[in-house]
């Protein structure tokens, strides 16, 4: 940074603060949970230690054990919330240059991810309010489609226009589908300006119907398109060279358009690409050779740009002060979504995560890396530790090291060794000037699939391979050699993305992020334990790490906790304290406090109690239904059965969003999902049929019952499409749940 001797820093105000945030009361009601499951566990212990051994009491001891555990984990991460506030007007005030930034978009599926929302993104981020001159867009492109490839050159003749109108009406939401989708607020204000906003929206309405019209395959568009599409002609999309195409080169012009990059890394049926973290790895080489600016952001392609200053309240952050320690290695922004649907019917826009787990854990060693909205030092990637100590390669690494290290790009190499200098020399990249257009054969030579082979890429340096949640592993990673990391959570928020608006993405997704954190849980080379035990990762925050790593697991002990009461209920035994028992206060007590605190954070958060509900069914079908299915895929793994894939969500443009109701498919996590319902149904009959004393056996089945209510819907609605379960789930489930009983009743008869 060229910071004027003569603006002494030390005198000038900090760039950002950290607030305390007191809850006293969810402190209190965290304590109060946890005391009171302590206390069923001692009770199950005093009853085997009193009436001996039983496999029912066994079942329910682990299981409640195994809950007090992770509540415990809940309570480290979320003891001590914090907030960050950043003066983005202090650091305009300082007279700094400001150092450069590479921007990763990263895209795989034209379909499951339409063009216009990655374009969409894509012109935000050009649009961002920080000198063009230093600011590069790639887009990494794992579909090697050339419709998103023309999307993109079409996007861009529109970025011409559309960034000097964002700029000189400051416009807040740059990203135009978003922008447009409402009435200019300042319609009034000049004729001007009103007639600058029908111009742009009539061109952006062109734009998007050119793309669309593509999208159907109107025959001669590629011919028309008047774009060179050669490179991607008689080519398949898992087996191809690297497509790299400087789309646009700024010519060091602050006011200009930032440069942007189309990349399409070499694809082999030999190699295996490793989804994102591989085209993250990819776009770190490229933009090294080309750009090399030592901040990174990346975002996933449809996030689309909020708030268009974040980049300064980053460097607020990470230019804070001279003096600083310099061990802050990421800042991450909440992902945060719009257009959600009303009250959060399938419980994934995670608001009461965010706002109590995610800000518990900036007050530890800081947020996790969540894959997208997140600004690295170039040099954190390249495993560089902390305070300048150690290197992990020092500057004066020889180049067979380097080599070694990074792979046989000598250019490369060279790059990297720039990149670890301090940060004084190196504020807008190597080569200081430009695009390196000579080093598009380099970036070629890195974006090949062969070229991580016996490198470091992917265990040591970059983005971590072997697990689907390769962000959560990648940040683990980092801050394993001690750095630190900020959540910035700005007001608007810093990008806005879209949550799956069906059930069957929605599960899909919690079943990758159950598999992927339990493979980062029994990765061999990188898991917390191992990380606090030798590495630099705080104890507390391996117990956040825990806390989220086991999500997974906790399908076990919570399915085996559900068979309880039907399983109570069918043979007339029971589980819980009867009504004679002064210990029926526990359960009773556990389950009015838990609930309680859970629609309190749902007010304080100013959601609807519906949305509590929502979240709370939600809750149990994701954990029973995705997360079990996630685990059994990490089995599968294990036994050498099948690679966990990497299955893209589908993203889809608000106005395609009507849905609130349940749709189902044949998937077997349905199956499940179905035969939960059953089982309830039928220990409730039993128990009409059949008086007993289990009472809160009952009122647990009926609670069930309510959460799993979309599949009664799912089995009424059968026969009419993806609203109604299919017949073979149905008749699966059915003989599950009669399987059930049958045991059941066998386990009593001995
Ligand atoms: O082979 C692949 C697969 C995916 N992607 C991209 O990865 C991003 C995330 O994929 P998505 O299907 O949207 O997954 P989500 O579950 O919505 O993503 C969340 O979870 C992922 C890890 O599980 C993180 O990587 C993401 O940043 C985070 O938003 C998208 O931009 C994809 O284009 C690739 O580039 N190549
Ligand atoms: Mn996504």
């Known amino acids: 940074m060229n910071c004027p001797k003569k603006l002494s820093m030390a005198k000038s105000l900090p760039l950002y603060e950290k607030l305390i945030i007191k809850r006293p009361t969810q402190r209190a009601l965290d304590i109060a949970i946890f005391i009171l499951l302590i206390s069923l566990v001692a009770y199950r212990v005093l009853l085997m230690y009193n009436h001996g051994f039983s496999h029912l009491q066994t079942i329910a001891f682990l299981c409640e054990f195994w809950f007090s555990f992770v509540w415990f984990l809940a309570i480290v991460t979320r003891w001590n919330p914090v907030d960050f506030k950043t003066y983005p007007q202090r650091l305009l005030k300082r007279e700094v240059e400001y150092p450069a930034v590479d921007i990763f978009v990263t895209t795989a599926d034209p379909m499951l991810e339409p063009p216009i929302i990655t374009v969409n993104t894509v012109l935000s981020l050009m649009a961002l309010d920080y000198p063009s001159n230093k600011l590069s867009c790639y887009v990494s492109d794992d579909g090697c489609s050339p419709l998103t490839f023309y999307a993109l050159n079409e996007a861009l003749n529109f970025a011409k226009i559309w960034i000097p109108f964002c700029k000189k009406y400051d416009v807040q939401v740059r990203a135009p589908f978003m922008y447009f989708s409402t009435p200019p607020h300042h319609l009034h204000s000049s004729t001007q300006f009103q ?193 300048h100590t150690i290197y992990f390669l020092d500057g004066k690494a020889s180049e067979q090291e380097l080599i070694k290290t990074f792979g046989y790009s000598k250019t490369f190499a060279k790059s990297a060794t720039y990149a670890f200098k301090d940060q004084n020399t190196n504020t807008s990249g190597y080569p200081p000037k430009g695009l390196l257009n000579n080093n598009l054969e380099a970036a070629n030579q890195v974006a090949g699939c062969g070229y991580e082979i016996s490198t470091s890429w992917g265990s040591e340096i970059g983005w971590m391979y072997g697990s689907t949640s390769e962000d959560v592993l990648t940040g683990l990673v980092i801050q394993t050699r001690g750095w630190r990391s900020i959540f910035l959570a700005l007001n608007p928020p810093a990008f806005l993305g879209c949550a799956p608006s069906q059930l069957v993405a929605s599960l899909t997704q919690q079943k990758r992020w159950a598999s992927g954190f339990l493979q980062v849980l029994l990765n061999r080379r990188h898991c917390p334990i191992f990380g606090t035990l030798f590495g630099k990762l705080q104890w507390k925050q391996c117990a956040a790490y825990l806390w989220i790593l086991t999500w997974g697991l906790r399908s076990i002990p919570e399915l085996s906790y559900t068979l309880l009461p039907p399983y109570c209920l069918i043979t007339n035994s029971s589980i819980f304290p009867t009504v004679k028992e002064r210990a029926i206060f526990i359960p009773i007590f556990l389950f009015i406090i838990y609930n309680f605190q859970q629609l309190l954070q749902y007010k304080e958060t100013g959601q609807s109690i519906r949305a509590w509900w929502n979240n709370q069914k939600m809750g149990r079908v994701n954990t029973m239904c995705a997360w079990l299915f996630g685990v059994w895929d990490v089995v599968l793994k294990f036994l050498g059965e099948r ?49 007993g004393s289990a009472v809160l056996e009952v009122v647990c089945s009926i609670w069930l019952l309510l959460c799993f209510w979309p599949f009664l819907k799912g089995i009424f609605m059968f026969g009419r499409g993806r609203y109604g379960l299919s017949f073979s789930t149905i008749y699966k489930s059915v003989a599950i749940a009669l399987l059930f009983v049958l045991l059941c009743q066998t386990t009593t008869m001995n």
Request: glycine letters at 6%; aromatic letters at 12%.
């Open 643 to 691: 690679e966990t894939a990497f299955e893209v969500t589908k993203k889809e443009t608000c106005s395609e969003i009507n849905l609130r109701h349940f749709t189902f498919d044949e998937s077997p996590m349905f199956v499940l999902g179905t035969t939960i319902l059953l089982l309830q149904l039928i220990a409730l009959f039993i128990r009409l049929e059949r008086p």
């Open 195 to 387: 007639y600058d906003w029908k111009t742009l929206k009539v061109e952006y309405e062109k734009l998007e119907r050119k793309i669309k019209e593509a999208e159907e395959n109107r025959i001669g568009w590629h011919e028309e398109s008047g774009i060179d599409l050669a490179a991607f002609s008689n080519i398949s999309t898992k087996h191809h060279p690297s497509i790299i195409k400087i789309l646009w080169e700024n010519k060091e012009v602050s006011d200009e358009l930032p440069h942007l990059i189309y990349v399409s890394r070499e694809k082999s049926f030999k190699h295996h690409h490793h989804y994102k973290a591989g085209a993250m790895n990819v776009l770190t080489r490229v933009s090294g050779v080309l750009t090399n600016a030592p901040y990174i952001l990346n975002v996933d392609c449809d996030m689309f740009v909020n708030n268009p200053q974040v980049v300064l309240h980053a460097m607020c952050v990470f230019l804070n002060s001279k003096d600083d320690l310099e061990d802050i290695g990421y800042v991450q922004t909440p992902q945060c979504f719009y257009d959600g649907l009303k009250d959060d019917p399938f419980g994934n826009q995670l608001v009461v995560v965010f706002e109590y787990s995610a800000r518990g854990i900036m007050g530890l060693q800081g947020p996790f890396y969540s894959g997208t909205g997140c600004f690295h030092r170039r040099k954190v990637l390249y495993a560089q530790f902390p305070h």
